[in-house]
Nanobody, 120 residues
Framework: QVQLVESGGDLVQPGGSLRLSCAAS????????TGWYRQAPGKQRELVAT???????YYADSVKKRFTISRDNAKNTLYLQMNSLKPEDTAVYYC??????????????WGQGTLVTVSS
């Protein structure tokens, strides 16, 4: 069984920074593509950033040059560094990962979400 657990969500003032973490655990052989998504109140879940297994990144226009996705393969952990936060960044943030299990299967796993609130 594979589990993704996010952490790092908090209340922060506009212009502030946060770093979200997403730790994968379980019977993991490797991790392929990963991503961060967010869902604001009353809105649909949207893509924030992705990173392929080879390290290629993609960012939504709304977060370019402010957010950075990264990963530590040795720790099976994904990160999202968020700078210059705006009130419109307020949302529950979810991590997603394509996980190769020890049994050779591939699971598309989601974390439970972590709340980021940007407000003065």
């Amino acid at each position: 069984q594979v589990q993704l657990v996010e952490s790092g969500g908090d209340l922060v003032q506009p212009g502030g920074s946060l770093r979200l973490s997403c730790a994968a655990s379980g019977s993991i052989c490797g991790i392929g593509a990963t991503g961060w998504y967010r869902q604001a109140p009353g809105k649909q879940r949207e893509l924030v950033a992705t990173m392929t297994g080879g390290g290629r990144t993609y960012y939504a226009d709304s977060v370019k040059k402010r957010f950075t996705i990264s990963r530590d393969n040795a720790k099976n952990t994904l990160y999202l560094q968020m700078n210059s936060l705006k009130p419109e960044d307020t949302a529950v943030y979810y991590c997603n990962a394509e996980v190769v299990t020890a049994g050779g299967g591939i699971i598309n796993a989601w974390g439970q979400g972590t709340l980021v609130t940007v407000s003065s």
